[in-house]
Structures are given as C-alpha cells and as structure tokens.
C-alpha cells in the first residue's frame, strides 16, 4: 500500500540513496524539502545541479577544483613542490589542510585496494602518481591513508610500486589518540604508538 504521492515516494528514494541516510532520515529530508518556499527548494536544486556541472578532478593532483584547471593547492607559489602527500578522499584533503601544519602538494587516490568490494589498483588514480613521482622534482611521498586494513594495504602497494624511483616514502605515525586513557587501547594501537615514539 503506497502512504505517499508517486512523486514524495520518489524524493524519499533519492534522499535513501545517500550515505548514512537510513528510510526514517530520507522521509524527515523530502519532508523538510517540501515545507521550503518554493525558492528555497529551487536554489537548493541549483545548488546540486551547479556542484555536478562545475566541479572537476584537478589534472595534477585529482582532487576536486572548479573548472579546468589546477586546483588552487597545486597554483600555490607557496606550497613544497618536493612533498606529496597520497590520501584516499577528497575530504582527506581537508582533514590534512585543518592541521596547518603541512605544507606540500596532495594526490587523491579516489578510494583504495579493496578486493573484497572489487576495487583494484587500476580502479585508483595510481598512474598519474607514479607520472609525478616519475618526473623527479618529487623528493618525498607521505602515505595518508587511513589505518585499516585497506588503507594498509593501498599504502604497501603504493610503496613497493614507488620503490624504484629512489624518493623518500614515509607513513603517517598513529597511536594513542589525545585525551584518551593507555588503557582502552588495543594490541595494535599501542604498538604504532610505540613505533611512532620521537625523543622530547
């Protein structure tokens, strides 16, 4: 038995498409889209319709930029053209650039190794790294991927294949995150932490 229109049942679809937006969460989105004035709901249709129409991947680096171009990291005059920083995501990008405290250039990779979902090397914007690497004016390539199983993985593979270029290749140090107490750390944690100790 169908509760709504065809066209509210639709909405909801779309909105359930999303990640993290689970059946309850899509019906509260078309809701709270349909109580909008009509121009609210229209700029909110041309804001997503602009994003897909003006966002690119940027050529050098293949992190999001708007128009054809480099992206404004890759323009900078400023930032360390010697260092490339490999993240899986775009949102990486943005995590990395929070801290303030990096100062090179960035290459996404746009997801990593995962066989288990069918997502394999040549499913990764792995080529255009190992073009830049190639090129020599790159000294160091710092391994940012996330500390999963995936991410370990991505970051091997990426390492072995760069090998021969004889640059520098570091992985991020993780551990013990701030605030939180030695003793609800697991196994594998502790021993990165330990791993990444530096002297004070």
Known sequence: MQYFPPALEKLVEQFHKLPGIGHKSAQRLAFYILSLPDEDAAAFAQAITDAKRAISFCPVCQN???GEGPCPICQSPK???STVCVVADPKDVIAMERSREYNGLYHVLHGVISPMNHVGPDDLHIKSLVERVGSGEVKEVIM????DTEGEATAMYLSRLLKPFQVKVTRLAYGIPVGSHLEFADDATLMRALEGRREM
């Open 144 to 147: 940012a991927t996330n500390p």
């Open 79 to 81: 930032r360390d053209r």
């Open 64 to 66: 999001l930029t708007e």
